[in-house]
T-cell receptor
Framework: NAGVTQTPKFQVLKTGQSMTLQCAQD?????MYWYRQDPGMGLRLIYYSASEGTTDKGEVPNGYNVSRLNKREFSLRLESAAPSQTSVYFCANRATNYGYTFGSGTRLTVV | AQSVTQLDSQVPVFEEAPVELRCNYSSSVSVYLFWYVQYPNQGLQLLLKYLSGSTLVKGINGFEAEFNKSQTSFHLRKPSVHISDTAEYFC?????????????FGTGTQLKVEL
């Protein structure tokens, strides 16, 4: 029972390249979230999905897109990576008792 | 809109001493409050949460926090810290209904426990 699984764990991109960060849950929860973590700034919400097929913008959505095609998976896409997107990305889900489970993160460097 | 302020970016403390990590929140509606811990190169682990009821909340690893509505605070305390408590701690708030129930995080407090 892995909870929330993120792939890849590490990635280096060149400016302008695209990539998709994958997130999958085995907990059958409706709500899923993508956060980015930067030093001194805590975690900031990029996008979230309250249920399968729905997505909404968070605090810092510019430069990102998301997809929630099924209940299990919530992916984050960078269409044209920029150095400002160098960060650690966390996926999370939420249980009905407000227990949030976080993945182990993806460390992304854009050069 | 919610906001969370963690007043100290770094807190050094000697082993076996008590510690308090401060957190203040602002919200126009009722709020849920959380403390998370992050060890180096790992994800976030829930320490404790306040949803309703008793204002003193006990969590894992001997930590506790007190919800103070009048002071809009949710400070984290431990009476005696251990070297293994060295980590970054995040306070977060969430609204009970609507808005996707998303969490708003503070900027974090680095707790460094020294011998």
């Amino acid at each position: 029972n892995a909870g929330v699984t993120q792939t890849p764990k590490f990635q280096v991109l060149k400016t302008g390249q695209s990539m998709t960060l994958q997130c999958a849950q085995d907990m059958n929860h409706n709500s899923m979230y993508w956060y980015r973590q930067d030093p001194g700034m805590g975690l900031r919400l990029i996008y979230y999905s309250a249920s399968e097929g729905t997505t909404d913008k968070g605090e810092v959505p510019n430069g990102y897109n998301v997809s929630r095609l099924n209940k299990r998976e919530f992916s984050l896409r960078l269409e044209s990576a920029a150095p400002s997107q160098t960060s650690v990305y966390f996926c999370a889900n939420r249980a009905t008792n407000y227990g949030y489970t976080f993945g182990s993160g993806t460390r992304l460097t854009v050069v | 809109a919610q906001s969370v302020t963690q007043l100290d970016s770094q807190v050094p403390v000697f082993e076996e001493a008590p510690v308090e990590l401060r957190c203040n929140y602002s919200s126009s509606v009722s709020v849920y409050l959380f403390w998370y811990v992050q060890y180096p190169n790992q994800g976030l682990q829930l320490l404790l949460k306040y949803l309703s009821g008793s204002t003193l909340v006990k969590g894992i690893n001997g930590f506790e926090a007190e919800f103070n509505k009048s002071q809009t605070s949710f400070h984290l305390r431990k009476p005696s810290v251990h070297i293994s408590d060295t980590a970054e701690y995040f306070c977060a708030s969430g609204e009970p209904t609507g808005g996707g129930n998303k969490l708003t995080f503070g900027t974090g407090t680095q707790l460094k426990v020294e011998l």
